[in-house]
């Protein structure tokens, strides 16, 4: 058990709201990645952390920040919610603190957008 | 561009009989290697990794998984399936050994007949 939470587990909200979602971490790992879980596609990474205020881009980031102001925690922002953005959101961290970063998922947030 | 294939989106095998899970990647450098497992409503579990070595890895609850440069393959294998391996398998390529962005599979749903 890697000491991953997420929070809210369940989310609903309507088209146009902003959203947050949490993960935190119990340890000082300092790489965090926030991925979503679509059918056909896999899991894609949306942003990724290598440090407090060190954050860069994944595959699919449009319509998502994120921020890291304390080591354990990592959020990631839906600006404004859009239908395309319902999915099942998971976030990892890396234990490792040099390559190979293998990654240890959290139980992940469900968030439908009406 | 970097990919990674599962060609089998559903396989059933009945309980007891052999599994090989399929996985092709698409990357130009020497990559890292990874197998997961989800079951349903469930984050993902690290099953077995590939670095550098031995090209044949062991992994939890009995899983092994064989590199093969020459093919660009990384294939799953269980000599023995339980009911309990009923689940989603994914494949992944981490595309930068400097901050562990991960590329998936698109998974292999597992059914296990009794």
């Known amino acids: 058990d890697a000491g991953i939470t997420q929070s809210p587990r369940h989310k609903v909200t309507e088209t146009g709201t902003p959203v947050t979602l949490r993960c935190h971490q119990t340890e000082n790992h300092r790489y965090m990645y926030w991925y979503r879980q679509d059918p056909g596609h896999g899991l894609r990474l949306i942003h990724y952390?290598?440090?407090?205020?060190?954050?860069d881009k994944g595959e699919v980031s449009d319509g998502y920040s994120v921020s890291r102001s304390k080591t354990e925690d990592f959020l990631l922002t839906l600006e404004s919610a859009t239908s395309s953005q319902t999915s099942v959101y998971f976030c990892?961290?890396?234990?490792?603190?040099?390559?190979?970063?293998?990654?240890?998922f959290g139980p992940g947030t469900r968030l439908t957008v009406t | 561009a970097q990919s990674v294939t599962q060609p089998d989106i559903h396989i059933t095998v009945s309980e007891g009989a052999s599994l090989e899970l399929r996985c092709n990647y698409s990357y130009g450098a020497t990559p890292y290697l990874f197998w997961y497992v989800q079951s349903p409503g469930q984050g993902l579990q690290l099953l077995l990794k590939y670095f550098s070595g031995d090209t044949l890895v062991q992994g939890i609850k009995g899983f092994e998984a064989e590199f093969k440069r020459s093919q660009s393959s990384f294939n799953l294998r269980k000599p023995s399936v339980h009911w309990s391996d009923a689940a989603e398998y994914f494949c992944?390529?981490?595309?930068?050994?400097?901050?562990?962005?991960?590329?998936f599979g698109q998974g292999t749903t597992l059914q296990v007949k009794p």
């Open positions: 990892a961290i890396s234990t490792r603190t040099d390559p190979p970063y293998e990654q240890y």
């Open positions: 952390s290598y440090g407090v205020k060190d954050t």
């Open positions: 992944a390529v981490d595309i930068s050994s400097n901050t562990g962005k991960l590329i």
